[in-house]
């Protein structure tokens, strides 16, 4: 196996008061790590569920390119019900995304409507990389209702992942290229541990109605080109880790989060950062929207964004957060419409505490 290619460690530290008492020191870390360790069960008529991993996470290493081509399985995705979603601003070319005009409601994303369709049957696929992951080498190639039992790397153009389970990662950059790809009605995570890796990355990539678990992070934005909507993310956390919903590295230009729950109540206080961690100064064109939020240090960071950043119209839920709700850049952040709520136990909001503003510490 060839050697690996070393990830890139990153800390930001930032000292912050407050009430006079508290210190944060917020930092990110990308980790390097050995093999996945696969769940290794079958999976067969399954539905996505939400549980709290533990454990330690791995990550597979690179090899020489492979020329094998990838199994194509025939289906169509069929969307849960209760998932649609209020619509985040269109990008196009070079348009700068526009101010979204939305209808707020009280659904949003939870276990019950992303991920695996309930009923869907699986077919399980062999590990064809380095014996921790399936590899996709064949542009276009369509995944419908498969089973990876390991990570899934994307290394062709213009692939589709839909109603398939994937127990690591997914992620499309090798030798420091990004391949395109589009990612629907899918669960990806172990439930046996917590993996230390992103969950789903890097750059050049659309997902909807996606089931993040069993990650200390979950979306990483490392390029340009990134639409996330009607999804749901459940964080765990490794000592040392600095858990994020979705962060920002190296970030290119269009990024919208829109739609989608990300719940960091769970994982270890003393090990996470925020579910929002839009903080990368090569991030350009940022779109939050609609969005429910729970969890973290300072739970909604948006600061450092060139061009347009929109922050509107999100919930976040009341005395989730462990210093304050909010650390942005309130003068250059379009900031409204935004509100701390109370939700049910099925990620649904029950009352509004009132409205949530920006700050700036």
């Known amino acids: 196996m060839a050697s690996q290619r070393p990830r890139p460690v990153i800390t930001l530290p930032r000292a912050i008061a407050v009430a006079a008492l508290l210190v944060l020191s917020s930092g990110v870390a990308l980790h390097a790590s050995d093999d996945v360790k696969p769940t290794g ?11 709290r991993p533990v454990g330690e ?88 209702g498969v089973h990876i039992p390991g990570d899934l790397l994307i290394t062709a153009n213009n692939v589709r992942v839909t109603r398939s389970q994937i127990d690591g990662m997914v992620y499309n950059e090798y030798s420091r ?3 395109p790809f589009t990612i629907s009605d899918s669960t990806i995570g172990p439930t046996s541990y917590c993996h230390g890796q992103p969950a789903l ?78 903080v990368d100064s090569q991030a350009e064109d940022v779109v ?10 300072y739970s909604i960071q948006v600061r450092n964004v060139k061009g347009t950043a929109i922050v509107q119209n999100n919930r976040l839920v009341n005395q989730s957060w462990i210093y304050a709700p909010v650390d942005s850049d309130c003068a250059t952040v379009n900031w ?20 949530l503003p920006c700050k700036d510490w």
């Open 41 to 51: 069960s079958e999976t067969t008529n399954e539905a996505s569920s939400s549980q």
């Open 57 to 144: 996470g791995q990550q597979p290493g690179e090899a020489a390119p492979s020329a094998s081509s990838s199994v194509t399985p025939s289906g169509t995705a069929q969307p849960k019900p209760g998932a649609s979603s209020s619509k985040a601003p269109a990008r196009s070319g070079n348009t700068l995304p526009q101010v979204p005009v939305v209808t707020v409601s009280g659904d949003y994303p939870s276990p019950a409507t992303t991920g695996v369709p309930a009923g869907t049957k699986l077919t399980r696929l062999g590990l064809n990389f380095d014996g921790t992951t399936y590899r996709v080498t064949a542009h276009n190639t369509v995944l419908d």
């Open 177 to 179: 290229k990004f391949y």
């Open 201 to 278: 990355g890097f750059s050049d990539y659309t997902a909807t109605r996606v089931l993040l678990r069993g990650h200390s992070d979950g979306f990483r934005a490392s390029g340009p080109n990134i639409n996330i909507q009607d999804s749901y993310v459940h964080l765990c956390t490794n000592p040392g880790a600095h858990s994020d919903g979705i962060q920002t590295y190296l970030t290119g230009r269009g990024l919208t989060l829109n739609h989608t729950t990300i719940d960091q109540r769970d994982a270890n206080p003393a090990d996470v950062t925020a579910p929002v961690f839009i």
């Open 288 to 297: 939050v929207t609609n969005n429910l939020i729970m969890g973290g240090t």
């Open 336 to 355: 409204s419409g935004n509100t701390i709520v109370t939700i049910d136990a099925n990620y649904q909001v029950v009352s509004t505490v009132g409205p």
